[in-house]
């Protein structure tokens, strides 16, 4: 069985690796118009100058497993030969016309220019308070940047923290000197550097057709675990097998030295200022700040309740 993956970001090497550790030895060609590495450390450690490795993989990983990378951008599947593909193309960050310089962050060029333009920056706007510009605003106060984060949505940290617990993290953001515009559009904008991060859409997908599978941010999904559950399951089920049983789910973000971890559903619970979160009485989910050990308990503690 001859498999495609398009796109070469977390999922697809999930599911690469999957593929051949549960013994599928046909060919695999995994397309990337970038080559394959991790996404979580360009909001972190390259704001702080740092260049980790992120390549999932050394080169000799993909010639000792047989995957046939090709660094190539794919535009249509009927020129691919395959017998099951998957569609892991991630997806792109959403941009405002009004502000047609911004920068936007999702890839490592991305990350590099944004470092290279704050070692300049007296005073950078980030428009958009989700996970990346929050992440952003933690690394540029930690470099004496005047930072202003702006947001439609009055409280947008509710989002990662769930409903009522978002004033913990809005702290953070006021005791390390934030700006914070929340509850407005931009208006006039006084910084010498903009970020947009407004979310992201979709990347390239074809029409649903037989024997086609999709993992990843392009399902809507926008974060890491999600990524690589999705990638794995998509293998086991081109190999005709049940995908593994569901765990409660998993967000991470680190924020002025803060560890944020929130486990679980946070969809329609009620909400909760000590971030523990539950739907019709029932747990449902639980946020921890700098608590990593933690994170085992909470998910057998979800699951009980389930
Ligand atoms: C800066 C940043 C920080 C993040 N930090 C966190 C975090 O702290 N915690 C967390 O939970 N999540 C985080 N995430 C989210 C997480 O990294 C993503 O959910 C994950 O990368 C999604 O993986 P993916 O494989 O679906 O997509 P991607 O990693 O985007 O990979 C898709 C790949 O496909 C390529 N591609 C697209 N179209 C085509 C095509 N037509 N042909 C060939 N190739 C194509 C793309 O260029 C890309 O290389 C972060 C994301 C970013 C951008």
Redesign the pocket.
Known sequence: MRIVL????????RCAETLRQLGHDGPIAM????L?????????AFLKGERPEVRFRPDAWYRDHDVDFRH????RLDHLQYDKALI??????RTLAAFPHAFT???RE??IALDDALTTTRHLAIIGAG??GQ?VASAATARGIRTTLVDLDPNPFDALMGPGGGHHLRKLHEDNGVELRLGQGSGPLNADTILVAIG?AP??TPDPAPNLFR?????G???????VV??QNAARRMLGLQPKPEQPP?????QYGVRIQRVGEITGVAPSDDLTYRRHGRLKAVVLMNRPEAVRQARRDLKEAA
Do not use: M, N
Request: aromatic share 8%.
């Open positions: 398009v796109g070469a970001g977390l999922a697809a090497q397309y990337g118009d970038e394959p590495y991790d996404r979580p450390p360009l909001s972190k190539q951008r794919v535009t892991a193309t991630g997806a792109t960050p962050l999702r890839t991305d990350a996970l990346i992440e992201v990347a390239w993992a990843g941010d392009v399902t999904s926008a974060h890491w675990e999600a990524a999705g990638g998993l967000v991470w973000s680190d």
